[in-house]
T-cell receptor, first 109, second 113 residues
Framework: EDQVTQSPEALRLQEGESSSLNCSYT??????LFWYRQDPGKGPEFLFT???AGEEKEKERLKATLTKKESFLHITAPKPEDSATYLC??????????FGTGTSLTVIP | ETGVTQTPRHLVMGMTNKKSLKCEQH?????MYWYKQSAKKPLELMFV???????ENNSVPSRFSPECPNSSHLFLHLHTLQPEDSALYLC????????????FGPGTRLTVL
């Protein structure tokens, strides 16, 4: 059964303290894995798409990586404005979408 | 306006009311989606439309009725809802249903009394 699990559920970091969020997935045929950022009361904002193991993408302080079983969102020297919920999702060869429950990140000044 | 817009942003309704949620995308996309987001749960895909044809309906109760009059507009008609239907309802669009990135609207916060 295709599924996605994100950990940790919540993460508190000091400003400048780098860390990683984990997205573990099980899928019969992966078409793409996505990362989104969601601020309270708003819709998710697209960040990255990864298609194959070994692929990496970067945007400012964020870097997403992909293996055959998991994806990581690395946050380097985070700032308070990086506080949000980060969602992982994937689509399979059957065109089904699966979202994780997210990691709530709080960056303390 | 650009991107994906949703109205209203907040809605409070009684269990016997009938209301509609509206979504409009200004991205030239061909696919549109309705999601339900409840606290501590993953986004639940409700409906998918591709080129105005419904391509997916994930066992959603009949008290939710979607309508897609054209590729830029999507509605969700609500009637005789239950308190457990209270949630954030999100609309999204993508270039194609097989295209990967979905772009979301700000959502409608629905409260059913």
């Amino acid at each position: 059964e295709d599924q996605v699990t994100q950990s940790p559920e919540a993460l508190r970091l000091q400003e400048g303290e780098s860390s990683s969020l984990n997205c573990s997935y099980t899928v019969s045929g992966l078409r793409g894995l996505f990362w989104y950022r969601q601020d309270p009361g708003k819709g998710p904002e697209f960040l990255f798409t990864l298609y194959s193991a070994g692929e990496e993408k970067e945007k400012e302080r964020l870097k997403a990586t992909l293996t055959k079983k998991e994806s990581f969102l690395h946050i380097t020297a985070p700032k308070p404005e990086d506080s949000a919920t980060y969602l992982c999702a994937f689509t399979n060869t059957g065109n089904q979408f699966y979202f994780g429950t997210g990691t709530s990140l709080t960056v303390i000044p | 306006e650009t991107g994906v817009t949703q109205t209203p942003r907040h809605l409070v309704m009684g269990m016997t009311n009938k209301k509609s949620l509206k979504c409009e995308q200004h991205l030239g996309h061909n696919a549109m989606y309705w999601y339900k987001q409840s606290a501590k749960k993953p986004l639940e895909l409700m409906f998918v439309y591709s080129l105005e044809e419904r391509v997916e309906n994930n066992s959603v109760p009949s008290r939710f009725s979607p309508e897609c009059p054209n590729s830029s507009h999507l509605f969700l008609h609500l009637h005789t809802l239950q308190p457990e239907d209270s949630a954030l309802y999100l609309c999204a669009s993508s270039q194609e249903t097989t295209y990967n990135e979905q772009f979301f609207g700000p959502g409608t916060r629905l409260t059913v009394l």
